[in-house]
């Protein structure tokens, strides 16, 4: 767009894009013209129920623009009368970033995003009418549908405004418009000019209104008739953004109210009157401030003191050797803030008679300099003399003493000084340089942004350092003097990477233009010791992609850049910038990520002579020849499979066979790489093997070799800063940070330690002397406040999920974990005597726990108590310092209130909001303090950016202070002594005198690049903590209240100097949720690059062993020790980590919102798993049908959690049904079962064609994975198409009458329809619906019509075919009003043209599918209605409230509108109800035969009922468990299989028929374990279950009875198994104690305590003479404890004999969460009953055979998962082991041969072969497959 003169002084929008014709627009919905009585003009009129489906988008298509560049945007409008609108502008920014400014009715408050703000809108209303009244006196509750005399609008934004002060943008021009419903529209234009609706021209020419000044009346043809002699105003309404209006607590667009003020700019200041306005207060203002009056009348007002505006300082550049930090006193402040601004302050208005005074100011500026008002008393002030000498001592009172971060901006900087003794690096805003020997830091502040590129000249005199954002700073620094030396900008932004010569003369840069182009730019600094400039010498912009850019050591004009596909020398000569690319042959497609130049050459070697290396992310190293531009040489770097054999499944981000190299280093006698596997590695320089090697936790993002190369830098993308030894070979850390925003932190008062919480996940514990991380936590659950005990070495953790967790350091325990909260926590404090601690959460409540006790019991519990949001975190709550008093915001956000800190009784509430009344908006409270020194002092942060001081006696107002921060302040706290005041606002820190009587109140320190989260003094006022995007330790030196009197705290003594204790130092072994007190070394390891030892050493009890690999050293005696203190590297164990808790999706910053799950119970959810099957690789699978070694012989079940998982032909005899991903077919008249195997997800849903030959299934899943759709041949039972295409869960499938199509619906998560062509299935169609769809179907009558309802109504759809085009109109009807608001949940065609829909209320609803109008409607039931079945003239209908019910529904076509037909006989139209049964759960799935008489029905119970009308009654087809199955076992002679489950059931099944035999049911209680009595007798068979209340019960098959109960033990009992003679039965409880217990009397005849404390999950009994083992018994049993401890004992019952013959103990590393951990199995060998075979968690997978004989193990088999299941055969030596994979896994003991098979869709939980070995069960969730064992 070249010239905008055509768009001056307005563009007519509808006139330039012709809307009329409708060719550059889009209309959508109801969209019409009528001709407006008022305007008495053509205006569009937007309908409908739901705003985006109704609406005018302007241009048509979306990649098109306006490119309208006006400031002002007007819109003509009026909303429809009780409805809702919503507008979208989409406005383009100079960054060239589109953001979406949206205003509706419908918004309640304001909102904003980076690329969205959201504004309510207020609609106005006729003058004097009810609702204009009411506006006038409400504060708030004015959003909401239009009123019904609503008038039409002329609305104003400026979009310039907008964008600036919410977005942080440039205004470039607006792209589109969309108008959507409800509204009437008379026209839109755009202009740079502001102008009145209200003024006539005449009236605008003699007030002298100009274009010229930027004002005007509005045009002609955009302008509102007005009757002669009438106010434009008392007709229409003029409302403009900003607003001058009365102001809401959220900022609106709402009606204007006219001021008489100068309108020639929008930023003009009202005119000042001589005398002081009255201000009137409402009657509803008067009403609230009469309730505060004692609070709020002040004695005496102290006369205003007129403020001074001290000299204006010199602007220079503040570097790290002025304090090591940049600060600003308020006369400072004020001076750089507005160069000659004064404050004028009118007089107090004489009291009013009623208690309050009110000041009105007639100039007001944002930048105002902060103004104290002290009410409690009028104080002496001093002379203006002396008062100018009065200021905050000392000067500065703050000094940046440490940093504690890295990165932020860039993680790929990090630089050795020439010396080597120190490293500089960013962290966020600020460049720190540490001293790599005592770790003090020294601090270069002045960058604005955060630091995104470093770099040094040769002899690291020069620093350059370069700032990302939208205008990139570039500043060159003295090192040593840390002054700096030129300050400037290139037109460039993003500026990402830098390279100075090592002359220091030459300053290299890249980053992007404003179009976004990738710029190279190259200055001159040659005179910036000299006091010179730095001009620019060169720039270029180009199109390849660079990823470094470096300049050469040796010609400081020759530079090098790599990226993406190429490699490129340039050249500056004669003020250009050329560049040639370096030919790459057929390596020409890589990414290139770093380069560096050969060292350890005479400088004065020619050029030519010299070799570049590049190093790629495929791994190769490439050599290249300078002179000739060509490859010189290639090699590619492989990682040693043998040595890292263990840790083949490290995550990286590259899966090929190379390493990924991000960066390199060379130096004159090796090579430096770093990777993204984590290592760094040091190689020769002909690349033959690594010689060191070091490993980090998360990618290597730079390298760099000192210059004397006895040290090389490292630095990972995940905030970690160390340096490798090459002498010592050994590594030391030198910073670790978060990665994310510090949210919240605490102080340990007698240990220095510093607890933080971050944004990333994780919670550290630091040294504040030495900066070293002492522990760390990782949580996959957002923390978000932490609170150390007083005195105690106990902190405390509040999560975002409500969760808080209490640790104890010291002792490595986790103390509590109290999930009372249910939203974020918001608020944790202890009581400064630590009796007790208090926790809030998002929710507003408030919870008071005794902390002298372990569990921390919850002592009350107040709800609404704290205002809700997180806005208030992490210091919503506060504790005086006497632990009397407890302060917060709430209940709302406009009162502050005081409770009683023991008991949690309201003390005091103030009002904030209407302390001020002069301002019009609400106060409202963001944080509050108490001050130490002086309890009676409470002190509140306002959102009108004021302190206020509150008696916390009398809620008396004390004192105030205003304009504290240029925003709101985020954080306060106050000194120990209360003499100084702590700030956070706008990324700045104050420090404030408290008392406020200085002339100078305050100094302000910058530093932060985001918003400071939390501040707070240190103890006896040493220090200041600050953080946010770091963490900040400030020394304060102003002197406390005692050193002033002359006293000396020991305290302090201890405070300013370490501890010399060494508990940095301690090694801790933690578990669970105990931190880490230090993170594993990295490794060394030897020149041999793929044949290494690796040698593992513990060091000291640290929690995860250290891996350590020595290299051939010719000087044995030297030392590897690393130089004290050191900090350790973590390593990442891949086997402790849940497969649950690595969700990619957690790792983006930014989540879409979920949608909401409909009120529908027909979506299918599946159950929650804890499989990870998606890592499975099958390793052995069978080739042919004979050489399997298992047989699928039956599936036991219904899996009642689908929906329409069922189908049933009757004319073929067969009806198929699911059992998570297995597909059973049954033949009803042979009762054969054929299985289908292909899914490995839970299966959702079934359809089958007319001819039942083809039959369609979808899986669900819970994640975004794709879903599949299979199309299965039901005679050959094989998958004929495998349909990938739906994300989430397929919620229906339904063929056409004609089998030529087959629909499939998406769940709620991905609403998309699909029609597929059963052919060939490819997709013919597909639309994503606006709402959720519950159910489809197809027309019996007419194939090519079909029907889905949903949330948003019922969808009629005709299918329209021309050749291969496919085409589909859709046509959408709304409910009924007579049903209310219900949404559509099911529906089933009737012949004739008729359609029957379900509601989630119980209507069933008659639809006529020719007018697509509702006929009829009637309650069926009082649930939901789930399944909908019609043929003939019978209804069927299956709900939620488990009843089944037929209807006679011939009367719904007398309901049909006939010819000549006035009136329906309404007589003609009751339906009636033929038949009802009620079932045992929800109904999910039925099909029936033609004639309705009989049926099959699934519901949630996982029972399939056989249904006959005739004589009413149901038969139990197919019945499963509900729940999890917990146990499955054989009887002994293998006629009958017991199960036992989760609901409390033990159900006895027939193994020939498999069929229920018998259910024993106990309510309320969970049935962890079954076993069989040893009988052989039918008659005396029993069955002995173990429940969650640690009962056992014993039932009797004969009578079908429980005969006995019993309670040998107080936990769940976790197994059970009767002796082998059935003596004795022995259980084990969660408790880890073993009972004894008789099946006769019931008696507990011995306990055994070996395993206390660690669940028992085996016991196992055989027959067995244990004379060879040297004791006396007939029997041998064994239990395996979760701690992998086995016991195996000897028995003879009868003689009451039991010993303990071994005791097993099984070695296993250090673990982090128990609850991943496999469970320990422990089986005798059925073949050897000598020896004993144990799989659990250790250092290895593996099976571990034990011989009682010879006391060790003798034999293992490698296993490649953890076994969560294990059952031995026997008889033919084989073992079955399941697995969390979903992996059922056979092997042969004697050859280690083995076969896998993948029939379930959750982690398998039990197996079991059959007293034979000919058949096995096997178990996961509720599914249980029985198959027949072939062998191996």
Not at 624 to 638: A, E, F, M, W
Not at 1751 to 1777: G, N, R, V
């Amino acid at each position: 767009m070249a010239s905008k003169g055509w768009q001056h002084p307005y563009v007519n929008i509808f006139k330039h894009v012709k809307v009329e014709e409708w060719k550059k627009t889009a209309k959508e919905g109801d969209v019409s013209t009528y001709t407006d009585k008022t305007l008495k003009c053509p205006v569009f009129r937007i309908s409908g129920p739901l705003p985006a489906n109704s609406f005018i988008h302007i241009p048509k298509k979306s990649n098109q623009s306006l490119g309208l560049t006006g400031r002002f945007f007007y819109l003509l409008f009026r909303p429809t009368p009780g409805k809702y609108f919503v507008v979208h502008l989409d406005v383009a920014t100079e960054e060239g970033q589109v953001v979406r400014i949206s205003f509706s009715n419908m918004f309640k408050v304001f909102k904003s995003t980076p690329t969205w703000l959201q504004f309510p809108f207020l609609c106005g209303a006729a003058k004097d009418s009810v609702y204009d009244n009411t506006s006038k006196s409400a504060r708030h509750g004015l959003v909401g549908s239009a009123p019904s005399s609503v008038r039409w609008t002329c609305l104003m934004l400026d979009l310039q405004y907008m964008l600036s002060v919410y977005a942080n943008r440039c205004h470039s021009h607006l792209k589109s418009i969309r108008l959507c419903a409800n509204m009437s529209v008379k026209n839109m234009f755009t202009s740079d000019l502001l102008l009145n609706p209200g003024v006539s021209f005449h009236e605008a020419k003699l007030m002298g209104m100009s274009s010229s000044q930027g004002t005007g009346p509005i045009p002609r043809e955009m302008s509102f008739p007005v009757p002669k002699g009438s106010s434009w105003h008392d007709f229409y309404d003029h409302i403009r953004f900003p607003s001058e209006g009365t102001k809401l607590p959220f900022d609106s667009i709402q009606k204007y109210i006219p001021q008489q003020e100068d309108i020639s700019g929008i930023t003009q200041q009202r005119l000042v009157e001589d005398d002081p306005p009255i201000v009137t207060l409402s009657k509803a203002v008067q009403d609230r401030v009469s309730l505060i009056k004692q609070v709020t009348t002040p004695e005496q007002l102290p006369q205003e003191r007129r403020p001074i505006v001290a000299n204006i300082p010199e602007l220079g550049v503040v570097t790290a050797q002025q304090n090591n930090c940049i600060h600003h006193s308020d006369d400072e402040q004020e001076s750089l803030s507005s160069m000659s601004q004064q404050l004028t302050c009118t007089p107090p208005c004489e009291d009013d008679g009623a208690g309050v005074h009110v000041y009105v100011h007639h100039h007001k500026s944002i930048e105002d300099k902060p103004a104290e008002k002290n009410v409690e008393e009028p104080g002496s002030y001093p002379s203006s003399k002396s008062l100018k000498r009065q200021k905050l001592l000392p000067d500065p009172i703050l000094r940046l003493k440490g940093i504690i971060g890295f990165g932020g901006g860039t993680s790929k900087c990090a630089l050795w000084t020439k010396a080597g003794d120190a490293v500089v690096y960013p962290c966020h805003a600020i460049i720190v340089s540490m001293k790599i020997n005592t770790n003090e830091q020294r601090f270069f502040i002045g960058h604005s942004d955060k630091v995104s590129a470093l770099a040094f000249n040769g002899t690291t005199t020069l620093l350059a350092s370069a700032q990302t954002g939208n205008h990139s700073m570039v500043r060159v620094w003295d090192y040593h003097k840390g002054t700096c030396l030129a300050l400037f900008t290139g037109h460039i932004h993003s500026l990402f990477c830098l390279s100075l010569s090592s002359s220091g003369s030459i300053l290299c840069g890249v980053g992007k233009d404003r179009h976004n182009k990738t710029m190279v730019l190259v200055w001159n600094t040659s005179g910036l010791f000299k006091g010179g400039d730095v001009t620019v010498l060169a720039k270029a912009h180009t199109d390849v992609d660079i990823h470094t850019m470096k300049i050469a050591f040796f010609d400081d004009t020759r530079i090098v850049s790599c990226g993406r596909d190429n490699i490129r020398l340039w050249r500056v000569r004669n003020g250009t910038l050329r560049s040639c690319p370096v030919n790459l042959g057929e390596y020409h497609s890589m990414d290139f990520s770093d380069v560096a130049f050969e060292e350890g050459l005479s400088p004065d070697l020619y050029v030519d002579d010299r070799t570049l290396f590049a190093s790629s992310r495929s791994g190769h190293i490439f050599e290249i020849d300078y002179s000739r531009v060509v490859i010189k040489n290639v090699r590619r770097l492989l990682p040693a499979q043998q040595q890292h054999a263990d840790r083949r499944e490290k995550l990286t981000f590259n899966t090929g066979p190379g390493i990924s190299i991000n960066c390199i280093s060379i130096s004159s006698s090796f090579c430096a790489t770093g990777s993204e596997d984590g290592f760094l590695r040091l190689w020769p320089l002909d690349f033959s093997s690594v010689f060191l090697e070091a490993e980090h936790e998360g990618p290597v993002s730079v390298v760099s070799v000192s210059f004397d190369s006895m040290q090389v830098l490292s630095a990972t993308s995940t905030g970690n800063l160390g340096f490798l030894d090459v002498g010592s070979q050994g590594y030391n850390t030198l910073m670790r940070s978060h990665t994310d925003t510090v949210l919240s932190f605490s102080v340990d008062k007698t240990r220095r330690h510093l607890s933080t919480a971050s944004s990333d996940g994780t919670i550290c514990i630091w040294d504040m002397d030495s900066l070293h991380q002492l522990y760390d936590f990782a949580s996959e659950d957002t923390p978000s406040s932490v609170a150390f005990h007083p005195s105690q070495q106990i902190f405390s953790c509040g999560f975002s999920s409500g969760i808080i967790r209490i640790f104890d350091i010291s002792s490595a325990k986790l103390l509590a974990e109290l999930r009372q909260l249910r939203g974020e926590v918001v608020g944790l404090a202890f009581s400064p005597d630590g009796e007790f601690m208090y926790s809030a959460d998002s929710q507003g409540s408030l919870l008071l726990h005794n902390s002298s006790e372990d569990n921390y019991n919850v002592i009350r519990v107040l709800g609404n108590a704290v205002a809700r949001g997180s806005e208030h975190a992490p210091d919503a709550i506060t504790v005086s310092s006497d632990s009397r008093c407890l302060a917060f915001v709430g209940p709302s956000q406009y009162i502050v209130t005081i409770c009683d800190a023991r008991s949690l009784n309201e003390l005091l509430r103030v009002d904030v909001s209407i302390l001020d009344l002069q301002s019009t908006q609400l106060d409202s409270a963001l944080k509050v303090c108490f001050a130490p020194a002086s309890t009676e002092h409470l002190l509140v942060a306002t959102s009108a950016n004021k302190i206020i001081w509150v008696s916390t006696k009398t809620g008396r107002l004390i004192r105030e202070v205003s304009n504290v921060h240029k925003l709101h302040c985020s954080c306060l706290a106050v000194s120990e002594d209360s003499r100084f005041l702590l700030t956070a606002g706008n990324n700045t820190l104050k420090v404030w005198d408290y008392s406020m009587q200085l002339h100078v109140n305050s100094q302000m320190f910058i530093g932060h690049s985001q918003t400071i989260r939390q501040v707070r003094f240190l103890p006896e006022q040493s220090g200041v903590v600050t953080v946010g995007d770091a963490i900040f330790l400030w020394d304060f030196l102003g002197n406390p209240a005692d050193l002033v009197t002359g006293t000396f705290s020991q305290l302090r003594g201890s405070l300013l100097s370490p501890p010399k204790d060494d508990s940095h130092t301690k090694v801790v072994q933690l578990c669970d949720w105990m931190p880490r007190q230090t993170a594993p070394l990295p490794n060394s390891s030897p020149p041999q690059l793929l044949s290494k030892a690796i040698d593992q050493v513990t060091q000291g009890a640290l929690g995860s062993s250290v891996k350590t690999v020595s290299s051939p050293n010719p000087n044995p005696g030297s030392s590897c020790e690393p130089r004290a203190p050191v900090s350790f590297l973590k390593v990442t164990d891949l086997l402790d980590i849940s497969p649950l808790k690595s969700n990619p999706v957690d790792s983006v910053g930014f989540k879409q919102k979920n949608p909401v799950r409909p009120d529908c119970y027909r979506h299918f959810i599946p159950h929650f798993k804890t499989s990870s099957f998606d890592q499975v690789q099958v390793t052995a699978a069978p080739t042919q049908a004979h050489e399997e070694g298992l047989k699928l012989k039956a599936v036991i079940g219904y899996n009642g959690n689908g929906r329409g998982n069922m189908v049933w032909s009757p004319d073929q005899g067969l009806f198929a049904y699911t059992c998570g991903c297995v597909i059973v077919v049954e033949y009803l008249h042979s009762g054969s079962q054929k299985h289908l195997l292909g899914h490995r997800e839970e299966i959702s849903c079934l359809a089958l064609t007319n001819d039942a030959k083809t039959m369609a299934s979808a899986a669900g899943s819970a994640n975004d994975t794709t879903n599949i759709i299979c199309l299965w041949d039901i005679p050959t039972g094989t998958c004929c198409y495998t349909i990938p295409y739906h994300k989430g869960a397929v919620q229906s499938l339904s063929f056409s009458r004609d089998d030529r199509f087959l629909l499939s619906v998406g769940d709620f998560l991905d609403p998309d329809v699909a029609l597929w062509s059963r052919k060939n299935m490819q997709l013919l169609w597909s639309e994503r619906m606006s709402g959720p769809i519950h159910d489809s179907a197809f027309s019996p009558s007419a194939a090519s019509q079909m029907a889905c309802v949903g949330s948003q109504g019922l969808y009629f759809c005709w299918i329209h075919t021309q050749g291969s085009d496919v085409d589909l109109k859709v046509q959408r009807v709304d409910t009924p009003a007579d049903v209310g608001k219900v949404e559509l949940t099911s529906l089933s065609y009737h012949m004739d043209n008729f359609l029957f829909t379900g509601t989630n209320r119980g209507h069933v609803c008659a639809w006529d599918t020719n007018q697509q109008q509702c006929l009829m409607t009637w309650e069926a039931d009082s649930g939901e209605i789930g399944a909908l079945l019609c043929k003939g003239n019978r209804l069927l209908t299956g709900s939620n409230s488990r009843w089944l019910r037929l209807w006679e529904v011939e009367a719904v076509q007398c309901m049909r509108p006939k010819e000549n037909v006035s009136k329906i006989d309404d007589s003609l139209t009751t339906v009636l109800m033929e038949h009802e049964i009620m079932l045992d759960g929800t109904i999910v799935s039925a099909a029936f035969d033609n004639t309705m008489d009989m049926g099959i029905v699934g519901t949630t119970a996982g029972t399939l009922w056989y249904i006959n009308w005739w004589d009413n009654s149901s038969i139990r087809l197919v019945s499963g468990h509900k729940t999890e199955v917990n146990d499955v076992v054989f009887s002994s002679d293998e006629s009958h299989f017991a199960t036992c489950s989760e609901d409390g059931s033990v159900r006895v099944w027939s193994t020939i028929s498999y069929e229920l035999v018998v259910q024993f049911q106990v309510l309320t209680q969970a049935c962890a374990c079954v076993c069989w009595s040893p009988c052989s007798n039918k008659d005396d068979a029993r069955v002995a279950a173990g429940y969650s209340d640690g009962t056992l019960r014993i039932f009797s098959l004969a009578s079908t009875e429980m005969e006995m109960k019993l309670q040998p033990h107080h936990t769940s009992v976790s197994s059970i198994q009767y002796s082998s003679t059935g003596h004795v039965i022995l259980s084990a409880g969660n408790n880890g104690l073993v009972a004894v217990s008789s099946p006769v009397n019931g008696a507990t005849l011995r306990v055994f305590s070996d395993h206390k404390r660690a669940t028992v999950t085996t016991i196992q009994c055989v027959n067995e003479e244990c004379k060879n083992f040297g004791v006396e018994g007939n029997e041998m049993w064994l239990a395996a404890g979760s701690d992998r401890r086995v016991s195996v004992w000897a028995a003879d019952w009868l003689k009451e004999k039991c010993d303990l013959l071994d005791w097993l103990t099984f070695p296993a590393p250090p673990h982090s969460v128990d609850d991943s951990l496999p469970p320990s199995l422990a089986a005798f060998c059925p073949s050897d009953h000598s020896l004993v075979i144990y799989t659990g968690y250790a250092a290895e997978k593996e099976l571990s055979f034990y011989s009682l004989v010879k006391k060790q193990i003798i034999k293992k088999i490698a296993l490649p998962h953890w076994a969560t299941c294990m059952s031995l055969s026997s008889k033919s030596q084989l073992i079955a082991i399941g697995s969390r994979e979903c992996v059922l896994k056979l092997i042969k003991i004697n050859s280690g041969r083995f076969q896998d098979f993948l029939q379930h869709s959750d982690s398998l939980q039990t197996c079991c072969f059959s007293p034979s070995g000919a058949a096995l069960f096997s178990v996961a969730f509720n599914e249980i497959l029985l198959w027949e064992v072939n062998g191996l």
